[in-house]
């Protein structure tokens, strides 16, 4: 700090210390970061695409609600929403399975078995639509691109382990 403003500081203090009455805090809200855009093509299932149209449309309906109550940070949190799911909705490619095609697709059904035993039954399906717990597995997700083009009898990666696809479809 230069030495004129360090002395004309110690002799008001008072310049110092404001209170929090005149700080604008508009920037808090403004300063709301996007939702990260996946990078990968947003391949979808026809209901991810009605999941993505329905979570746009809530978000919507959210932006209108804060706009009409003048709740800034609820309309920052609705707006940065409308933009990734007007985003996704842009960039879906809704795709289907093939059904003369024997390997694991987008959209298969997938049956495997783990060494240890455990049947497990995933879903290949887009990122935004993708819920492990629920059985459906992204596209991206190293276990699908792992079984994505095997056939029922392969043996792929799943975790530490291997597991042996026994159905798909």
Same mark, same amino acid.
């Given at each position: 700090?230069?030495?004129?403003?360090?002395?004309?500081?110690?002799?008001r203090p008072y310049i110092r210390v404001m209170s929090r009455a005149f700080?604008?805090?508009?920037?808090?809200?403004?300063?709301?970061?996007?939702?990260?855009?996946?990078?990968?093509?947003?391949?979808?299932?026809?209901?991810?695409?009605?999941?993505?149209?329905?979570?746009?449309?809530?978000?919507?309906?959210?932006?209108?609600?804060?706009?009409?109550?003048?709740?800034?940070?609820?309309?920052?949190?609705?707006?940065?929403? %409308?933009?990734?799911?007007?985003?996704?909705?842009?960039?879906?490619?809704?795709?289907?399975?093939?059904?003369?095609?024997?390997? %694991?697709?987008?959209?298969?059904?997938?049956?495997?078995?783990?060494?240890?035993?455990?049947?497990?039954?995933?879903?290949?399906?887009?990122?935004?639509?993708?819920?492990?717990?629920?059985?459906?597995?992204?596209? %991206?997700?190293?276990?699908?691109?792992?079984?994505?083009?095997?056939?029922?009898?392969?043996?792929?990666?799943?975790?530490?382990?291997?597991?042996?696809?026994?159905?798909?479809?």
């Amino acid at each position: 700090m230069p030495a004129q403003l360090h002395e004309k500081l110690e002799a008001r203090p008072y310049i110092r210390v404001m209170s929090r009455a005149f700080v604008n805090e508009d920037h808090f809200v403004g300063d709301l970061p996007d939702r990260l855009v996946s990078p990968h093509p947003n391949h979808v299932t026809e209901r991810g695409l009605e999941f993505i149209e329905a979570s746009l449309e809530d978000s919507r309906r959210a932006y209108s609600e804060a706009q009409s109550i003048g709740d800034r940070e609820a309309l920052a949190k609705a707006a940065r929403d %409308v933009r990734y799911w007007s985003a996704r909705r842009v960039s879906a490619i809704v795709t289907t399975v093939l059904p003369s095609v024997d390997a %694991v697709q987008f959209g298969s059904a997938v049956t495997i078995v783990r060494d240890d035993g455990r049947r497990q039954t995933f879903r290949i399906v887009g990122e935004d639509e993708a819920d492990p717990a629920l059985g459906s597995i992204s596209h %991206v997700s190293p276990l699908a691109r792992a079984l994505i083009g095997k056939s029922v009898g392969d043996t792929v990666r799943a975790g530490r382990d291997e597991a042996e696809i026994t159905a798909i479809q």
